[in-house]
C-alpha cells in the first residue's frame, strides 16, 4: 500500500520560502509511469494542481507558478519536494502530495484523478 506524508512548517512570513517535503512509503517514486504532485486547497476553493515530477524526474508546473515553484526529488529517501518563493497570504492552504498514473496537467483536479493522496498539511502565510 502506496503512503504519502507531508512535512514542513505551519507558518511561514509573507516573500519567504515555503519548503515542504512528501515522503513516500510502500512504493518508489522512481517507479515507471507515476508521477507525483503537489496539489492545494486555499479556504473556500477547490483542489488547484501545482506541479509534477516524473518517475523519470522531469518536471512541469501550473503556468501561473512556474516562476515561483519548483520540485525536487531525493530518490536516496524516497522523498519530493516542493518549494515556492515569494509566498504571499494568497499562498496560505492546505497542502496535498499525491500520485497518479497518469501525467495531468489541468488546473483544478479531483480527489479522484489521483490514487493515492497524503492527508494534507496547512500552510498559512502570516507575518
Known amino acids: 500500500q502506496v503512503q504519502l506524508q507531508e512535512s514542513g512548517p505551519g507558518l511561514v512570513k509573507p516573500s519567504q520560502t515555503l519548503s515542504l517535503t512528501c515522503t513516500v512509503s510502500g512504493g518508489s517514486i522512481t517507479t515507471n509511469m507515476k508521477y507525483w504532485s503537489w496539489i492545494r486547497q486555499p479556504p473556500g476553493k477547490g483542489l488547484e494542481w501545482m506541479g509534477t515530477?516524473?518517475?523519470?524526474?522531469?518536471?512541469y508546473y501550473h503556468p501561473s507558478l512556474k516562476s515561483r515553484a519548483s520540485i525536487s526529488r531525493d530518490t536516496s529517501k524516497n522523498q519530493f519536494t516542493l518549494q515556492l518563493s515569494s509566498v504571499t497570504p494568497e499562498d496560505t492552504a492546505v497542502y496535498y502530495c499525491a500520485r497518479a498514473s497518469v501525467l495531468l496537467l489541468k488546473p483544478w483536479v479531483s480527489k479522484s484523478d489521483y490514487g493515492y493522496w497524503g492527508q494534507g498539511t496547512q500552510v498559512t502565510v502570516s507575518s
Open positions: 515530477i516524473s518517475a523519470s524526474g522531469n518536471t
